[in-house]
Protein backbone atom coordinates (compact mmCIF):
# COMPACT_ATOMS: atom_id res chain seq x y z
CA UNK A 1 0.00 0.00 0.00
CA UNK A 2 1.36 3.68 -0.76
CA UNK A 3 0.60 5.49 1.96
CA UNK A 4 2.01 9.08 1.52
CA UNK A 5 3.47 10.46 -1.64
CA UNK A 6 6.65 11.97 -2.25
CA UNK A 7 7.14 15.52 -1.03
CA UNK A 8 7.73 18.25 -3.27
CA UNK A 9 9.37 21.41 -1.60
CA UNK A 10 8.54 25.00 -3.21
CA UNK A 11 10.19 27.87 -1.43
CA UNK A 12 9.90 31.68 -2.53
CA UNK A 13 8.47 33.52 0.28
CA UNK A 14 5.58 30.95 1.08
CA UNK A 15 6.69 27.61 2.01
CA UNK A 16 4.55 25.09 0.98
CA UNK A 17 4.37 20.88 0.16
CA UNK A 18 2.14 19.39 -2.56
CA UNK A 19 -1.13 18.58 -2.00
CA UNK A 20 -0.82 15.28 0.84
CA UNK A 21 -3.94 12.86 0.65
CA UNK A 22 -4.86 11.18 4.17
CA UNK A 23 -3.17 7.89 4.87
CA UNK A 24 -6.97 6.12 5.25
CA UNK A 25 -8.03 7.02 1.12
CA UNK A 26 -11.48 8.72 1.38
CA UNK A 27 -11.81 6.85 4.98
CA UNK A 28 -13.99 4.50 6.98
CA UNK A 29 -16.14 3.35 4.86
CA UNK A 30 -20.02 1.26 5.63
CA UNK A 31 -22.13 0.16 3.27
CA UNK A 32 -25.81 1.35 2.53
CA UNK A 33 -28.09 -0.29 4.67
CA UNK A 34 -31.22 0.19 6.57
CA UNK A 35 -31.75 -0.79 10.14
CA UNK A 36 -33.78 -3.96 9.07
CA UNK A 37 -30.70 -5.07 6.85
CA UNK A 38 -28.39 -4.18 9.62
CA UNK A 39 -30.12 -6.12 11.91
CA UNK A 40 -30.36 -9.58 9.55
CA UNK A 41 -26.29 -9.15 9.57
CA UNK A 42 -26.74 -7.01 6.30
CA UNK A 43 -29.02 -9.26 4.05
CA UNK A 44 -31.09 -7.35 1.53
CA UNK A 45 -30.31 -8.27 -1.96
CA UNK A 46 -32.64 -11.26 -2.16
CA UNK A 47 -34.82 -9.95 0.01
CA UNK A 48 -38.26 -7.95 -1.29
CA UNK A 49 -39.42 -4.90 0.65
CA UNK A 50 -42.84 -4.01 0.23
CA UNK A 51 -41.70 -0.77 2.91
CA UNK A 52 -38.12 -0.11 1.94
CA UNK A 53 -35.57 0.44 -0.47
CA UNK A 54 -31.83 -1.33 -0.59
CA UNK A 55 -29.23 0.84 -2.97
CA UNK A 56 -27.37 -2.67 -2.77
CA UNK A 57 -30.45 -4.26 -5.19
CA UNK A 58 -33.33 -1.81 -5.95
CA UNK A 59 -35.30 -4.13 -8.03
CA UNK A 60 -36.39 -5.91 -4.65
CA UNK A 61 -38.54 -2.68 -4.17
CA UNK A 62 -40.75 -3.56 -7.21
CA UNK A 63 -43.61 -5.40 -5.22
CA UNK A 64 -43.85 -1.92 -3.31
CA UNK A 65 -47.60 -1.34 -3.51
CA UNK A 66 -47.63 1.99 -1.96
CA UNK A 67 -45.16 5.16 -1.98
CA UNK A 68 -43.29 5.72 0.88
CA UNK A 69 -40.10 7.15 2.71
CA UNK A 70 -37.47 5.79 4.95
CA UNK A 71 -35.03 7.86 7.22
CA UNK A 72 -32.39 5.95 8.90
CA UNK A 73 -29.51 7.02 11.38
CA UNK A 74 -26.12 5.67 12.65
CA UNK A 75 -24.65 5.78 16.01
CA UNK A 76 -21.14 4.51 16.67
CA UNK A 77 -18.71 4.28 19.85
CA UNK A 78 -15.68 1.98 18.77
CA UNK A 79 -11.84 2.90 18.18
CA UNK A 80 -12.17 4.82 14.41
CA UNK A 81 -11.54 8.37 15.11
CA UNK A 82 -14.30 8.90 12.56
CA UNK A 83 -17.27 7.34 13.83
CA UNK A 84 -16.70 7.39 17.34
CA UNK A 85 -19.99 8.82 19.47
CA UNK A 86 -20.66 10.54 16.06
CA UNK A 87 -24.01 10.36 14.21
CA UNK A 88 -23.94 9.44 10.19
CA UNK A 89 -25.97 11.94 7.77
CA UNK A 90 -29.53 10.32 7.73
CA UNK A 91 -30.43 8.23 5.18
CA UNK A 92 -33.20 8.96 3.03
CA UNK A 93 -34.82 6.41 0.66
CA UNK A 94 -38.43 6.94 -1.10
CA UNK A 95 -40.37 5.08 -3.69
CA UNK A 96 -43.09 5.68 -5.86
CA UNK A 97 -45.30 3.08 -7.44
CA UNK A 98 -46.82 3.86 -11.19
CA UNK A 99 -49.26 1.87 -13.38
CA UNK A 100 -48.08 -0.58 -15.41
CA UNK A 101 -45.54 -2.29 -12.44
CA UNK A 102 -42.97 0.32 -12.32
CA UNK A 103 -41.78 2.06 -9.12
CA UNK A 104 -39.91 5.18 -8.83
CA UNK A 105 -36.92 4.99 -6.21
CA UNK A 106 -33.91 7.50 -5.01
CA UNK A 107 -31.90 7.44 -2.08
CA UNK A 108 -29.10 9.56 -0.83
CA UNK A 109 -26.86 7.80 2.09
CA UNK A 110 -23.42 8.79 3.73
CA UNK A 111 -20.51 5.95 2.37
CA UNK A 112 -17.22 7.09 4.24
CA UNK A 113 -16.44 9.41 6.92
CA UNK A 114 -12.25 10.38 7.68
CA UNK A 115 -11.45 12.30 10.94
CA UNK A 116 -7.66 11.93 10.73
CA UNK A 117 -4.43 13.91 12.41
CA UNK A 118 -0.65 13.27 11.29
CA UNK A 119 2.74 14.88 12.48
CA UNK A 120 5.54 14.77 10.48
CA UNK A 121 8.91 16.06 10.04
CA UNK A 122 8.59 16.88 6.24
CA UNK A 123 12.43 16.96 5.69
CA UNK A 124 15.42 17.60 8.02
CA UNK A 125 14.54 21.29 8.30
CA UNK A 126 10.50 21.28 8.24
CA UNK A 127 8.08 19.44 10.36
CA UNK A 128 4.38 19.42 9.72
CA UNK A 129 0.87 19.27 11.44
CA UNK A 130 -1.79 17.75 8.71
CA UNK A 131 -5.58 17.04 9.71
CA UNK A 132 -8.50 15.88 7.71
CA UNK A 133 -12.34 15.51 8.32
CA UNK A 134 -14.81 15.18 5.48
CA UNK A 135 -16.10 12.11 3.33
CA UNK A 136 -17.93 10.80 0.41
CA UNK A 137 -21.82 10.61 -0.33
CA UNK A 138 -23.63 8.22 -2.37
CA UNK A 139 -27.03 9.07 -4.21
CA UNK A 140 -29.39 6.78 -6.31
CA UNK A 141 -32.28 7.38 -8.97
CA UNK A 142 -33.59 4.77 -11.23
CA UNK A 143 -36.85 3.44 -11.40
CA UNK A 144 -37.79 -0.79 -11.50
CA UNK A 145 -39.99 -2.72 -13.21
CA UNK A 146 -42.01 -5.49 -12.14
CA UNK A 147 -43.29 -8.05 -15.53
CA UNK A 148 -44.62 -10.54 -13.69
CA UNK A 149 -46.02 -11.98 -10.33
CA UNK A 150 -42.52 -13.16 -10.14
CA UNK A 151 -39.90 -11.47 -11.90
CA UNK A 152 -38.99 -7.41 -11.53
CA UNK A 153 -35.79 -5.62 -13.15
CA UNK A 154 -34.48 -2.49 -12.15
CA UNK A 155 -31.98 -0.08 -14.61
CA UNK A 156 -30.59 3.45 -12.60
CA UNK A 157 -27.88 5.53 -11.77
CA UNK A 158 -25.43 5.94 -8.87
CA UNK A 159 -23.69 9.20 -7.67
CA UNK A 160 -20.50 9.44 -5.60
CA UNK A 161 -19.51 12.86 -4.58
CA UNK A 162 -17.44 14.14 -1.27
CA UNK A 163 -15.37 16.79 0.02
CA UNK A 164 -12.20 16.49 2.55
CA UNK A 165 -11.11 19.65 4.25
CA UNK A 166 -7.28 19.66 5.21
CA UNK A 167 -5.37 22.17 7.47
CA UNK A 168 -1.92 22.13 7.20
CA UNK A 169 0.94 23.91 9.80
CA UNK A 170 4.63 23.71 8.56
CA UNK A 171 6.97 24.93 11.23
CA UNK A 172 11.26 25.40 10.16
CA UNK A 173 13.21 23.23 12.41
CA UNK A 174 16.09 24.87 10.99
CA UNK A 175 17.75 28.14 10.10
CA UNK A 176 17.48 28.28 6.74
CA UNK A 177 16.53 31.53 5.54
CA UNK A 178 15.00 34.21 7.38
CA UNK A 179 12.90 35.05 4.65
CA UNK A 180 9.99 32.23 6.32
CA UNK A 181 9.69 30.24 9.52
CA UNK A 182 6.08 28.58 8.97
CA UNK A 183 3.07 28.19 6.79
CA UNK A 184 -0.11 27.73 7.37
CA UNK A 185 -3.33 26.33 4.83
CA UNK A 186 -6.07 24.90 4.07
CA UNK A 187 -6.51 22.20 0.97
CA UNK A 188 -10.00 21.90 -0.06
CA UNK A 189 -10.52 18.57 -2.05
CA UNK A 190 -13.61 18.37 -3.92
CA UNK A 191 -14.79 15.09 -5.43
CA UNK A 192 -17.31 16.28 -8.36
CA UNK A 193 -20.06 14.15 -9.20
CA UNK A 194 -19.04 10.85 -10.61
CA UNK A 195 -21.70 8.79 -12.15
CA UNK A 196 -22.16 5.23 -13.02
CA UNK A 197 -25.52 2.41 -14.29
CA UNK A 198 -26.95 0.37 -11.63
CA UNK A 199 -28.76 -3.04 -12.82
CA UNK A 200 -30.66 -5.36 -11.19
CA UNK A 201 -32.71 -8.27 -10.84
CA UNK A 202 -35.41 -9.69 -8.09
CA UNK A 203 -37.10 -13.45 -8.12
CA UNK A 204 -39.63 -13.46 -5.83
CA UNK A 205 -42.25 -16.54 -5.08
CA UNK A 206 -44.28 -17.44 -1.97
CA UNK A 207 -41.32 -19.30 -0.13
CA UNK A 208 -38.29 -17.94 -2.68
CA UNK A 209 -36.29 -14.95 -3.48
CA UNK A 210 -33.32 -14.00 -5.69
CA UNK A 211 -31.59 -11.06 -6.17
CA UNK A 212 -28.60 -9.64 -7.99
CA UNK A 213 -27.37 -6.09 -8.75
CA UNK A 214 -24.36 -4.59 -10.67
CA UNK A 215 -22.58 -1.33 -10.20
CA UNK A 216 -20.74 0.15 -12.86
CA UNK A 217 -16.95 2.25 -12.68
CA UNK A 218 -17.75 5.88 -11.90
CA UNK A 219 -15.12 8.20 -12.72
CA UNK A 220 -15.17 12.09 -11.78
CA UNK A 221 -13.32 15.37 -11.42
CA UNK A 222 -11.00 15.93 -8.45
CA UNK A 223 -10.56 19.63 -7.69
CA UNK A 224 -7.71 20.27 -4.99
CA UNK A 225 -8.22 24.33 -3.83
CA UNK A 226 -5.60 26.03 -1.14
CA UNK A 227 -6.13 28.86 0.38
CA UNK A 228 -3.16 29.96 2.70
CA UNK A 229 -3.81 32.09 6.09
CA UNK A 230 -1.23 34.67 6.12
CA UNK A 231 -1.31 35.81 2.49
CA UNK A 232 -3.69 36.21 -0.29
CA UNK A 233 -2.16 34.05 -2.57
CA UNK A 234 -4.30 30.67 -3.77
CA UNK A 235 -3.49 27.86 -5.42
CA UNK A 236 -5.19 24.67 -7.02
CA UNK A 237 -4.59 21.53 -9.07
CA UNK A 238 -7.25 19.06 -11.13
CA UNK A 239 -7.47 15.56 -11.64
CA UNK A 240 -9.80 12.29 -12.01
CA UNK A 241 -10.93 9.92 -9.88
CA UNK A 242 -12.64 6.30 -10.16
CA UNK A 243 -14.20 4.29 -8.16
CA UNK A 244 -14.92 0.75 -9.18
CA UNK A 245 -17.59 -1.23 -9.67
CA UNK A 246 -19.68 -3.33 -7.08
CA UNK A 247 -21.34 -6.46 -7.19
CA UNK A 248 -24.44 -8.19 -5.20
CA UNK A 249 -26.44 -10.98 -4.99
CA UNK A 250 -28.59 -12.32 -2.10
CA UNK A 251 -31.19 -15.37 -1.60
CA UNK A 252 -34.15 -15.60 0.81
CA UNK A 253 -36.37 -18.69 1.74
CA UNK A 254 -39.21 -18.39 3.98
CA UNK A 255 -39.64 -22.28 5.15
CA UNK A 256 -42.93 -21.25 7.30
CA UNK A 257 -44.83 -17.67 7.46
CA UNK A 258 -43.55 -16.02 9.71
CA UNK A 259 -39.95 -16.99 9.41
CA UNK A 260 -37.46 -15.29 7.09
CA UNK A 261 -33.72 -16.65 6.25
CA UNK A 262 -31.30 -15.29 3.77
CA UNK A 263 -27.95 -14.64 3.00
CA UNK A 264 -25.96 -11.98 1.12
CA UNK A 265 -22.91 -11.80 -0.57
CA UNK A 266 -21.23 -8.13 -1.56
CA UNK A 267 -18.13 -8.45 -3.63
CA UNK A 268 -15.79 -5.27 -5.16
CA UNK A 269 -12.79 -3.99 -6.86
CA UNK A 270 -9.47 -2.78 -5.81
CA UNK A 271 -10.03 1.08 -4.65
CA UNK A 272 -7.05 3.38 -5.73
CA UNK A 273 -7.77 6.60 -4.41
CA UNK A 274 -5.57 9.72 -3.52
CA UNK A 275 -2.65 7.76 -3.06
CA UNK A 276 -3.84 4.73 -1.14
CA UNK A 277 -5.26 1.40 -2.06
CA UNK A 278 -8.03 -0.67 -0.51
CA UNK A 279 -7.58 -4.04 -1.45
CA UNK A 280 -10.85 -6.38 -3.62
CA UNK A 281 -12.97 -8.43 -1.20
CA UNK A 282 -16.08 -9.56 -0.41
CA UNK A 283 -18.60 -9.41 2.41
CA UNK A 284 -20.61 -12.62 3.38
CA UNK A 285 -23.58 -11.52 5.49
CA UNK A 286 -26.27 -14.54 7.04
CA UNK A 287 -29.63 -13.42 9.08
CA UNK A 288 -33.03 -14.21 9.91
CA UNK A 289 -36.20 -12.28 10.54
CA UNK A 290 -39.18 -13.88 12.63
CA UNK A 291 -42.69 -12.28 12.87
CA UNK A 292 -44.01 -12.55 16.39
CA UNK A 293 -47.41 -10.96 15.78
CA UNK A 294 -49.16 -7.85 16.38
CA UNK A 295 -46.74 -5.95 14.04
CA UNK A 296 -43.60 -7.17 16.31
CA UNK A 297 -40.67 -8.52 14.44
CA UNK A 298 -37.05 -9.95 15.98
CA UNK A 299 -33.98 -10.34 14.10
CA UNK A 300 -30.14 -11.70 14.10
CA UNK A 301 -27.59 -12.03 11.50
CA UNK A 302 -24.13 -11.83 11.19
CA UNK A 303 -21.32 -10.99 8.84
CA UNK A 304 -17.61 -11.72 7.70
CA UNK A 305 -15.74 -8.98 5.82
CA UNK A 306 -12.78 -10.71 3.49
CA UNK A 307 -10.62 -8.09 2.19
CA UNK A 308 -11.56 -4.52 1.54
CA UNK A 309 -11.73 -1.28 4.39
CA UNK A 310 -11.53 -4.06 7.61
CA UNK A 311 -10.07 -7.58 6.76
CA UNK A 312 -11.41 -10.32 8.40
CA UNK A 313 -14.04 -8.25 10.47
CA UNK A 314 -16.71 -9.94 11.94
CA UNK A 315 -20.26 -8.33 12.85
CA UNK A 316 -22.61 -9.47 14.95
CA UNK A 317 -26.23 -7.73 15.13
CA UNK A 318 -29.78 -7.83 16.27
CA UNK A 319 -32.44 -6.40 16.02
CA UNK A 320 -36.69 -5.91 16.48
CA UNK A 321 -39.26 -4.10 14.03
CA UNK A 322 -42.77 -2.39 14.92
CA UNK A 323 -45.23 -2.39 11.91
CA UNK A 324 -48.42 0.03 13.25
CA UNK A 325 -51.71 -0.17 11.67
CA UNK A 326 -51.35 -2.42 9.32
CA UNK A 327 -48.20 -1.70 8.00
CA UNK A 328 -49.28 1.91 7.68
CA UNK A 329 -45.87 3.01 8.67
CA UNK A 330 -43.40 1.68 11.50
CA UNK A 331 -40.06 1.51 12.77
CA UNK A 332 -36.79 -0.62 12.84
CA UNK A 333 -33.97 -0.98 15.75
CA UNK A 334 -30.52 -2.90 15.14
CA UNK A 335 -27.57 -2.63 16.82
CA UNK A 336 -24.39 -4.62 16.02
CA UNK A 337 -20.73 -5.18 17.10
CA UNK A 338 -17.79 -5.48 14.76
CA UNK A 339 -14.05 -6.14 15.80
CA UNK A 340 -10.61 -6.66 13.81
CA UNK A 341 -7.21 -5.99 13.85
CA UNK A 342 -5.72 -3.22 12.17
CA UNK A 343 -2.65 -3.58 9.28
CA UNK A 344 -0.46 -3.17 12.16
CA UNK A 345 -2.29 -5.99 13.96
CA UNK A 346 -4.25 -4.35 16.44
CA UNK A 347 -7.60 -5.23 17.97
CA UNK A 348 -10.26 -3.06 16.71
CA UNK A 349 -13.77 -2.93 18.08
CA UNK A 350 -17.06 -0.80 16.71
CA UNK A 351 -20.41 -0.73 18.26
CA UNK A 352 -23.49 0.47 16.34
CA UNK A 353 -27.05 2.04 17.05
CA UNK A 354 -29.37 1.68 13.67
CA UNK A 355 -32.90 3.44 13.77
CA UNK A 356 -35.23 3.76 10.82
CA UNK A 357 -38.56 5.03 10.84
CA UNK A 358 -40.74 4.28 7.47
CA UNK A 359 -44.01 5.49 6.41
CA UNK A 360 -46.51 5.07 3.30
CA UNK A 361 -48.67 6.77 1.50
CA UNK A 362 -51.56 4.64 3.21
CA UNK A 363 -50.89 6.61 6.59
CA UNK A 364 -52.78 9.46 4.52
CA UNK A 365 -55.63 7.24 4.43
CA UNK A 366 -57.41 5.37 1.62
Not at 139 to 147: A, C, V
Not at 242 to 264: C, K, N, Q, T
Request: aromatic residues 12%; proline residues 4%; charged residues 20%.
Amino acid sequence: MTLLPCIVFVISGIFSVDYLPPPDGIGSEILPLNSRSYGMGGVCAGVPGSTGFSMLNPAASAWAAAGGINLSGRYSEGDLQAWDNQLDFPTVSAFVPLPGGIVLCGAIDARSRIDSELQMDVSDDYAGEFSWAGGMTETYTGLSLRISDWLAFSVGGRCSFGNIVSDVTLTQTALITPTSDSSVYRDDAHFRMAWGGVFGIMVKTERFGLGFSISTDRKGNLEVDRDFLESSETDSSRSMYSLPGEVSIGISFRPIERLLIGADIYSRKALNILGTRTDPGNVYSVGAEVYAGSGVTFRSGFSSMDGLWRDKASTFTTGCGYSFSEGRAGVDIAAGYQYWRDMEDIFQEETVLSISIWTTEKWLGE
